[in-house]
């Protein structure tokens, strides 16, 4: 898997941007919105509200992986249908839900993307049960949203990059840019130095 994950919450170093569906449209990056039962794919990152598009894993790439967001905390798992259908209905969204209420799946199967358009290290969020069906970038409601569907295209399409979140992260992301500075400083006694 193209990420690092965690055994529990608690446990959890690494936060990432999750983008979806990179072509002619453009990248979209999922997004936690508390006021929507569903998970926005607004396109542009805001990182005014970082914590919204940071998403973590936890499990493993052999019993699956659970889905959460920084902003939402540790009691919301990523879930949909247990039985999906692909017909772009409410039911069909993805959603954060309180991880003890969840009827529908929260573990996720992940697969390598096998298009031709794919960006590396891009992959497939599958249901564990019932694979033929993948999330997807889709229109609701006015806007692009993440449910199920069963085709496999750029709509399919996840990548992450990896996002500062946390005083030691954010630490060591300005200790690098600072030091990709002083890289630049020229030493010496003439002009610019």
């Known amino acids: 898997v193209?990420?690092?994950?965690?055994?529990?919450?608690?446990?959890?170093?690494?936060?990432?941007?999750?983008?979806?569906?990179?072509?002619?449209?453009?990248?979209?990056?999922?997004?936690?919105?508390?006021?929507?039962?569903?998970?926005?794919?607004?396109?542009?990152?805001?990182?005014?509200?970082?914590?919204?598009?940071?998403?973590?894993?936890?499990?493993?790439?052999?019993?699956?992986?659970?889905?959460?967001?920084?902003?939402?905390?540790?009691?919301?798992?990523?879930?949909a249908p247990s039985a999906p259908t692909g017909n772009q209905n409410a039911a069909e969204l993805a959603r954060m839900v309180t991880k003890n209420d969840a009827t529908g799946n929260t573990s996720w199967a992940f697969k390598n993307t096998r298009h031709n358009n794919a960006k590396a290290g891009a992959f497939y969020i599958e249901h564990p049960t019932a694979a033929a069906y993948a999330l997807n970038r889709q229109d609701y409601s006015g806007e692009k949203a993440l449910c199920y569907w069963n085709s496999r295209d750029t709509g399919s399409s996840i990548w992450v990059e990896e996002l500062p979140i946390g005083a030691v992260a954010e630490l060591e992301a300005l200790v690098a840019e600072a030091e990709t500075l002083l890289g630049q400083i020229k030493i010496g006694t003439g002009v610019g130095k």
């Open 2 to 79: 193209p990420f690092k994950y965690a055994d529990s919450y608690a446990n959890i170093k690494n936060w990432y941007k999750m983008g979806i569906r990179d072509d002619n449209q453009g990248p979209s990056y999922l997004k936690y919105d508390a006021a929507k039962a569903y998970i926005p794919t607004p396109g542009t990152y805001d990182d005014a509200h970082k914590h919204n598009f940071a998403w973590a894993f936890i499990g493993d790439p052999f019993t699956g992986f659970e889905i959460v967001n920084n902003a939402a905390g540790e009691t919301k798992v990523l879930s």
